[in-house]
């Protein structure tokens, strides 16, 4: 089983469409959770980080936590085509060490289309 | 210049070629990264260096050698490559290794002939 597990899609939404990207983990004992957004050719930028179980809200960009299910996904709503990219979701693994160790998954592309 | 900068942006070398990447990160963090980038792949982490001090080789192999000489700098050492390694290296930095969120490079993207 991979530490961390997306749908590599690609995930295609209408424009003004919710789009619900989904991630599952494998370490119980992780407790810090990434969504990041890669655009083609370019370097991963934050969108939003959550640390508790439940939902965080950030514009239109919400991250939705459930460690007893290992599950972790982000809503978009609204989507806009400028949302099109792949949507990579990271975790800390703790994997026996003091620090963790950052592992993404392989990326969910979006594509928004008009 | 803010955030984390990498030069060169772009880069081709040959399989016998000595090269080095840089990165310079201006948040005052402590922790900074290096990434490999695959097609089709996930992001794999590479090294690690915490105030200074390497805390991670994911086994990577000695052909890359990273070097931390403060916690501004990290530095990619790349020699006898081979064209597998072609790929988009990232650098990022955190506050401190562990929880903290990672911000990343522009990255270098790197063609081995």
């Known amino acids: 089983q991979k530490e961390v597990e997306q749908n590599s899609g690609p995930l295609s939404v209408p424009e003004g469409a919710i789009a619900s990207l989904n991630c599952t983990y494998s370490d119980r004992g992780s407790q810090s959770f990434f969504w990041y957004r890669q655009y083609s050719g370019k370097s991963p930028e934050l969108i939003m980080f959550?640390?508790?179980?439940g939902d965080k809200e950030d514009g239109r960009f919400t991250a939705q936590l459930n460690k007893a299910s290992q599950y972790v996904s982000l809503l978009i709503r609204d989507s806009q085509p400028s949302d099109s990219a792949t949507y990579l979701c990271?975790?800390?693994?703790?994997?026996?060490?003091?620090?963790?160790?950052?592992?993404f998954g392989q990326g969910t592309i979006l594509t928004v289309h008009p | 210049e803010t955030g984390v900068t990498q030069t060169p942006r772009h880069l081709v070398m040959g399989m016998t070629n000595k090269k080095s990447l840089k990165c310079e990160q201006h948040?005052?963090?402590?922790?900074m990264y290096w990434y490999k980038q695959s097609a089709k792949k996930p992001l794999e982490l590479m090294f690690v260096?915490?105030?200074?001090?390497?805390?991670e080789n994911n086994s990577v192999p000695s052909r890359f050698s990273p070097e931390c000489p403060n916690s501004s700098h990290l530095f990619l050492h790349l020699h006898t490559l081979q064209p597998e390694d072609s790929a988009l290296y990232l650098c990022?930095?955190?506050?401190?290794?562990?929880?903290?969120?990672?911000?990343f490079g522009p990255g270098t993207r790197l063609l081995v002939l």
């Open positions: 948040l005052g963090h402590n922790a």
């Open positions: 260096y915490n105030f200074k001090e390497q805390t």
């Open positions: 990271a975790v800390n693994i703790a994997g026996g060490t003091s620090y963790g160790k950052l592992t």
């Open positions: 990022a930095s955190s506050q401190r290794q562990g929880q903290e969120t990672q911000y």
């Open positions: 959550i640390y508790s179980n």
